[in-house]
């Protein structure tokens, strides 16, 4: 009787033991995240770079930036694009900073700083045509080829602009007037809002007396009339 006593003792706490291990389910490993790189730097074109995304976790990722653009490639890499940074014509775009926010199911979360640069500076200045002129005067055409903002001067009062134009022009225009004394030069100055400014010299020869051709002689050369 004792016998049949421990052994339905013994299979009770085996039931017993079996039913405590059933209740008790394995827990599931701590969901992480890691993001690499933390920071992305793009020049001024359009361009793409890969951020590796190791998870044990399904995850997104988002960006409020307009010009970066995302793509999953896989379950661990995500694309990043930028979009060309640059403006208006007439203009330059300014370097701009964005953020790649990646989350996942659990709420994890990791960012990616993304920076690009300014647009490039360009600025180009060139005469049309002859910068001599004779003691007559005449016109005179300068392109500007440009994506900044600029401002003309020129100190000497016998070249004046013919037009003023938005600043966004390719092209500006000159008078140069009649010279009444000695042969002359003067700097017409184009400076950019950003740059090294840019010269034209123009020169114009003496007057010459209609009639007489005085004032053409070098000196020290024999005048035939």
């Known amino acids: ?3 049949y006593h ?4 013994a299979a009770a706490v085996a039931i017993l033991v079996a039913g405590c291990s059933k209740s008790q389910p394995k827990p599931e490993p701590e969901k992480t995240l890691k993001v690499t790189p933390s920071t992305l730097s793009f020049d001024a074109a359009s361009s793409t770079k890969q951020v590796t995304v190791t998870t044990n976790d399904t995850w997104e990722a988002t960006t409020s930036a307009s010009w970066i653009e995302l793509k999953t ?4 890499v995500l694309q990043v694009k930028v979009k060309a940074n640059e403006a208006a014509a007439g203009e330059a775009a300014a370097a701009r900073n964005g953020e790649v926010v990646i989350t996942t199911k659990g709420g994890k979360t990791e960012k990616v700083t993304v920076s690009q640069a300014a647009e490039s500076i360009v600025f180009t200045v060139t005469a049309v045509g002859s910068t001599e002129f004779t003691s007559d005067g005449g016109a005179l055409t300068v392109t500007v080829g440009h994506n900044v903002n600029y401002t003309v001067s020129c100190a000497a009062d016998w070249i ?3 037009t003023t134009k938005a600043v966004k022009t390719d092209s500006r225009d000159f008078n140069v007037k009649a010279n009444t004394g000695e042969a002359r030069e003067a700097e017409i100055i184009f ?7 840019k010269k034209v010299t123009v020169k114009q020869a003496k007057y010459v007396e209609p009639g007489t051709g005085i004032g053409d002689i070098s000196e020290g050369e024999p005048y035939v009339w």
Request: charged share 30%; hydrophobic share 40%.
């Open 1 to 3: 009787m004792k016998h």
């Open 6 to 9: 421990f052994a339905f003792l």
């Open 73 to 76: 490639e896989s379950k661990t």
């Open 160 to 162: 004046e602009e013919v």
């Open 191 to 197: 400076t950019p809002a950003t740059g090294e400014a």
